[in-house]
């Protein structure tokens, strides 16, 4: 018998509309995840925050075993040359510790008039575009979506091995995914077996596409999660991770809604006024906090359709059983959101610690399972 692979937890989301510090405090961050247990840091791509990129190599550079990653970049954003040339040269300088992160975009505004066709096809293409680099190869390209003539790097890696995540929802990236990613990413911010199978299915149709099985990847699953010694200072902030989430799901923030490849989980169990109040009062885009009012109607019963939240200890305990239940999963990515109180990194901060009960708990758990597995 084979022995189980090592899960691999992963901290992620900034920056973002929460993060009010300086970017070096992400640095500090980084820092603190390794300390406590992560295997990984995802840095988002937000136009006009701190440079993912910029802060990857940052956060490389202030850290010795910790995996950075794109948390994701898109075809649209960056030219997909220029994103193989930028994490080339991350990973000269931090060899085998850099992830390249790919989405098709959807959630991004187009500032300069950009738009975002065909994104199944762009991700792909990039995606052949970069291994093409990474290997040194000169990459003349005219795809669907993305062209490109005669980029090559200038340098030569020593380790061109560079892991690539391509994140989805919808099932035709899913098959994508499963059909030529490295590490698939569930993005999908619902915690159900259920909706996890319907993924699962999808990603395993376009491995026999490849001519792959489940077991020559990654599998990523997203889990939100804010933890804090005081269980109400997790729960309140909480219900605002569940609010994007319920928006997502439903196919119903700016975005989605306009997503023909999006259908929402039968298993979604969020009453339609909560829905439409949230889809009408709240821009999950350009507002940080989520008004007590609409709060209020996200019950804990539908809060932890989404969320992981409240006491160290307790989400130890929850986010052990949703391993249990998805013996496939690789990793556990978590989208982390800080508790009430303190500053911004504070809040952060708190919840990376009381993660790192967690990330010791469910390798015990796993531990316990596989010995018992093995008499």
């Known amino acids: 018998m084979e022995p189980a692979r090592r899960l691999k937890f992963t901290f992620s989301n900034l920056p973002g509309l929460a993060w009010r510090e300086p970017v070096g405090r992400i640095v500090d961050l980084a820092r603190l995840c390794e300390e406590v247990g992560f295997d990984r840091f995802g840095v988002s791509d937000w136009r006009f925050m701190s440079d993912c990129l910029v802060t990857m190599t940052a956060c ?9 990653q794109s948390q994701v970049t898109d075809p649209y954003v960056r030219h997909p040359a220029l994103t193989a040339a930028a994490h080339a040269t991350m990973q000269d300088l931090a060899p085998g510790r850099v992830i390249l992160g790919l989405g098709g975009g959807r959630e991004q505004a187009a500032f300069w008039g950009q738009t975002h066709p065909y994104p199944i ?19 003349s390209f005219e795809g669907k979506a993305i062209r490109v003539y005669g980029a090559r790097l200038n340098f030569r890696l020593a380790d061109a091995d560079i892991p690539i995540l391509i994140a989805a ?26 909706h996890y199978r319907d993924n699962l299915a999808a990603v395993q149709e376009g491995a026999v596409r490849g001519g792959r099985t489940v077991n020559d990847f990654e599998i990523d699953v997203s889990i939100p999660v804010c933890i804090a010694a005081d269980r109400e200072r997790a729960r309140r902030p909480a219900r605002r ?84 239940e998805r013996p496939e999963a690789t990793g556990i990515r978590i989208q982390a959101h800080p508790p009430r109180g303190g500053t911004s990194y504070d809040g952060y901060a708190e919840t990376v610690r009381g993660m790192g009960e967690v990330i010791e708990h469910v390798h015990a758990q796993s531990s316990a399972v596989a010995a018992g597995a093995a008499r």
């Open 60 to 68: 490389l550079q202030r850290t010795h075993t910790l995996g950075i």
């Open 121 to 139: 096809d762009a991700v792909r293409e990039a995606v052949a575009i970069c291994r093409a680099m990474f290997a040194g190869e000169a990459v």
């Open 169 to 194: 929802r919808g099932r035709g990236m899913l098959c994508l995914a499963g059909e030529i990613a490295d590490v698939v990413h569930f993005a999908s911010w619902f915690i159900n077996v259920a």
């Open 241 to 324: 991770l569940a609010a994007q989430a319920i928006l997502w799901m439903a196919g119903a923030e700016k975005y989605s809604s306009g997503r023909r490849d999006w259908r929402t989980p039968v298993e979604f169990n969020v009453p339609p006024l909560v829905v439409d109040a949230l889809r009408t009062r709240w821009d999950m885009w350009s507002q940080p906090e989520l008004p007590d009012e609409l709060a209020a109607m996200i019950t804990d019963d539908i809060c932890d359709q989404f969320v992981v939240a409240g006491e160290p200890r307790e989400c130890a305990e929850r986010m052990a059983r949703i391993v249990r």
